[in-house]
Each structure stands twice: as C-alpha cells, then as structure tokens.
C-alpha cells in the first residue's frame, strides 16, 4: 500500500511530477513555489495551456457548440483569471467560449481592466466588462438578463452556431429562460468541463500536493497545540492562521468536531469544550493556487480507551483495502466493495450513509470526478485513469456511539498504482496532549520523580 513517506518505493512509485503523456521530465521540488532559474517547477503558462487545451477538446468531441460558463472553478479552468473567492456565489462572472475560439470572459468592469493590463494569454479584447443581476439583486424589468442573452446570442450567430446546441454549467433560472428567448437550445455543459478535468496535468499534481504539504503542517501544529481545554473552535482559527501565512488562498472551511459530536458526524463545529479523552476529528479544505485539499486526520486527546483504537482500526483497514484496488484500469466498484454496508454502522440506507464511507475527485473544485460510493458505483462503475486525483473518506463509530473514527487520503493514479498526496501520520490513532507523569518511589533515596 502507498505510504505517507516520500521514498519511492513499488507502491508509491517516483516522487516525480509528471504525466505519461508529457515526457520523462520531472517538475523538479514540487515543494518549492518560488520562481528559479535553475530548476524546471510549475510553469503558469502551461498550466493555462494545458487545462484550455483539454476543455477545447472536450468540446471538439460533443456535440455542442459552445459553452457558456457561470462555474467560478470552471471560469479559472478555461481562462487562468481568479479575482478572491467572494465572488463564489454571485454569479456575476461569465464565459463563452466557442468552437476555434479564444473564451471570452465578462467581470465586474474594474476586474475586467485589470485583466486586459496584466493578464496577456487572451487577446485585451477578450476581457470584458459587463453586469448582472447579482442573483436577483436588480430587478428582472432592468432588462440585464435579456440584455446579457442576447449578447451572447449574437455572437453565437456571428459565429454560425446558434442553431447548435449550447452548454451551460450553472444558471440562475431568469438567466436561463432568457437565453431560451434568444431561440437558443440549453443543454448541460458541467458534465463536459467535469471531464475534461478529470485528468490533471503535471502542474495540477504538483500544486494538488503543496496544497496538501501546507495542511501536512498545519496538522503538525494542531498536533502539538491540541489538549484538553481547549475549543474546538480554537482549533478552527489555528489551523487558519496557519495556513494563511504559510500561503493559502482560501480556507473553506474547517471541521472540527470532537467527544460525543463525532457520531452521527455533524459537519460543523462548535465553541465545544475538548476534555481528556476525547476522540477529535478534523476536516481541512483550502486551496492554494486555486488547487483545493480535503483532508481528515482523528487524534486522541491525553489517552485513548481500547474502543477508540478499535473503531480507528476499522477505519483504516477500510482505507487500507480500498487503496490496496486503485490502479489505472480499476472500477469503481473494486474501491467501494471495500467500504461496510450503510446497515453495518447505524444507518438505514446507502442515501443515510452517503459521505461517509465514499471517494472524491479533487482539483479547482472539491467535488470533481471521479466520485465513488456504495450508493452508486455498483450500477454505474467508471475505470479509473492515470492522472487522477481524488481523495478517499472512512469513517467508523464506536459501540456506544461516544467517538468516531475518521480518516482521509488524498491520492493520484500513476501508472503503477498510486501515490498519497497527503503525509502526516494516520496508520493508527496518535494521541495528543500527553504531559501527565505519576509519581513513582525510587528504591534507593525514598524519593519520588
């Protein structure tokens, strides 16, 4: 099985960084950011390149025409432009891009004169300012949905492809029936840009695993930090102070759950006291470079009963066997066959259960393909590939249901096998805090140490 050390070995296969399809020649310190002249590491431009380059293809290969693009992550995919995660749910930001086009994008106008002075890759043209809606925000009768349709309507015809078929990833529903009125036929344009990111390049990979070096240190910290008397929302604003100054771009989100909140799994912390004892799970999503971690490790605080270890084995020989199946050519359902049944650990149905016992693709977004569960993999197995990336999640309660297991390793496919992106230390329960000693006679002085 892979480990969580950087030695090749026939299971984790070269620390190097690269794709079959690109050539034998490695990104070299993939932990290294900064820009040398001496070393070949991640290369901006390329990476753009290489991820345009895929979603052109995918849209060569469908039946669509064009795309018209809402998503934040697949907006960066397609054009290399990110202006701060506040603009995650506004949905102000719009692409097209059409067969043997160059996209072009739509910001919020001072975004878009920033592009046009500092972001070259795309003719100064093709960064545009435009307005929406700010879902809902302006009233329907201003007109900017209908304006905005048919803006993109006419460059369509322009371009000889309104009467084919167009993708659209995500859509506010007046947006939607705007289009509609413009006599164009809306078809699903997530699938397509879901797979052409599938496949990540050597960029991706690289920027995947600092993402998930700077989480290695972070737990390092919480490690070092965790005791009883703390909050668990303490842990939260730790574990983000690190991470930004060590360079994170955002931090999503961090579950901190820890005692008897660990099962059923709340998906949320709290200003919960952690006490001795406890069992603590913590969950790390951020990103860095747009490249996005999900990461669980369990600890013990002070000691951990025999249950506790228990419920952390099951857990891992969980882990353990459905990463033993990832290999280019595998199903789905090798992995999954792995995981315990829903009824196996207190739920009535796989629907119950779901997020549990599952795998995730991971890249620009925390949900990509491919994504792997009892609930669906059986009927709908896909063949993992060489380039992926996903993480896998196992989870495990104890008897009584006073703690929980829950543990998460991020990995990509290589052409052997696979390699774990994520490093710090999970094949048993660690445990945290342990400063008591006892006092113990010493034969010779009468004296206690």
Not at 151 to 166: K, Q, W, Y
Not at 244 to 249: C, K, R
Not at 323 to 339: M, Y
């Amino acid at each position: 099985m892979p480990t969580n050390d950087s030695s090749p070995s026939p299971a984790t296969g070269s620390p190097a960084f690269y794709h079959a399809s690109e050539g034998p020649t490695p990104i070299g310190s993939p932990g290294a950011t900064g820009t040398v002249d001496w070393e070949r590491r991640v290369d901006p431009d390329r990476l753009r390149h290489a991820r345009l380059a895929r979603a052109r293809a995918e849209l060569e290969k469908s039946s669509l025409g064009a795309l018209i693009l809402f998503d934040m992550n697949n907006i960066r995919y397609v054009t290399g432009t990110h202006i701060g995660n506040w603009a995650r749910d506004k949905y102000f930001r719009c692409v097209l891009l059409m067969r043997g086009q160059d996209p072009i994008l739509w910001d919020i106008g001072s975004a878009a004169k920033t592009h046009q002075m500092f972001a070259p890759w795309l003719p100064t043209g093709n960064w545009r300012a435009g307005v929406s809606t700010w879902r809902g925000a302006v009233p329907t009768d201003v007109g900017i949905e209908a304006g905005n349709a048919k803006r993109l309507a006419d460059l369509l015809r322009e371009h000889g492809l309104a009467d084919e078929p167009v993708g659209v990833d995500v859509v506010e529903l007046p947006v939607l029936r705007a289009l509609e009125r413009e006599g164009l036929h809306v078809e699903d344009g997530q699938a397509l840009l879901l797979d052409a990111r599938a496949i990540k390049s050597a960029d991706e990979i690289a920027l995947l695993d600092h993402a998930a070096a700077l989480v290695d240190g972070a737990y390092e910290e919480l490690y070092r930090t965790l005791r009883a008397g703390i909050r668990e929302n303490d842990c939260v604003a730790l574990v983000s102070r690190y991470l930004y100054e060590n360079g994170s771009e955002e931090v999503e989100a961090v579950n901190s759950i820890s005692g008897e909140r660990c099962s059923p799994h709340p998906h949320v912390f709290s200003d919960r006291l952690i006490r001795p004892g406890d069992t603590a799970y913590f969950d790390i999503i951020h990103s860095f470079n747009g490249y996005r971690t999900c990461y669980y490790r369990t600890m013990n605080v002070g000691s951990a009963t025999a249950a506790q270890r228990a419920a952390y084995a099951r857990a891992r020989e969980y882990m353990d066997n459905a990463i033993a199946e990832v290999r280019p050519g595998a199903s789905s359902a090798d992995i999954v066959r792995h995981f315990p049944a829903a009824q196996e650990f207190g739920f009535a149905t796989e629907e119950e259960a779901f997020g549990l016992q599952y795998c995730h693709g991971i890249g620009l977004g925390l949900w990509e393909r491919p994504l792997m569960s009892r609930y669906h993999s059986f009927e709908h197995p896909i063949e993992l590939v060489e380039g992926m990336t996903f993480a896998i999640e196992t989870y495990w309660p104890t008897p009584d249901g006073s703690a929980a297991a829950r543990i998460e390793e991020e990995l990509v496919v290589t052409a052997d096998g696979c390699r774990l992106l994520t490093r710090f230390p999970a094949d048993q329960l660690y445990v945290a805090g342990t400063r008591y000693w006892t006092g113990v006679e010493l034969p010779a002085t009468g004296g206690t140490h």
